[in-house]
């Protein structure tokens, strides 16, 4: 069983930058991306940026466009979001997930806490 682990998260300010991190407990051939979610209270869970294994094409919610970037580390099983210019609508658990051949999101990490005071 895979395991992920987010950490990075915190509480800034309008403005700041924050950088999490999703470790993955091993490598697995048939995932073929990654991704970061998001879930504010109150509000469903939402894509933020997913991140291909093979060729690392990113890809991003209009709503952090230009503001986020997300990367990975093949060789440490680990993948960044880097996040710049927050907002206070960016407060919310951030999850990361990988995604298999399928297409499905298969093994989830627990969660960081990531909170934008105005």
């Known amino acids: 069983q895979v395991q992920l682990v987010e950490s990075g998260g915190g509480l800034v300010q309008a403005g700041d930058s924050l950088r999490l991190s999703c470790v993955a407990s091993?490598?697995?051939?048939?995932?073929?991306?990654m991704g970061w979610f998001r879930q504010a209270p109150g509000k469903e869970r939402e894509f933020v940026a997913r991140i291909t294994m093979s060729g690392g094409t990113s890809y991003y919610a209009d709503s952090v466009k230009g503001r986020f970037t997300i990367s990975r580390d093949n060789a440490k099983n680990t993948v960044y979001l880097q996040m710049s210019s927050l907002k206070p609508e960016d407060t919310a658990v951030y999850y990361c997930?990988?995604?298999?051949?399928?297409?499905?999101?298969?093994?989830w990490g627990q969660g960081t806490q990531v909170t934008v005071s105005s």
């Open positions: 091993r490598r697995t051939f048939s995932i073929v991306a």
């Open positions: 997930a990988d995604q298999s051949v399928t297409g499905n999101y298969v093994h």
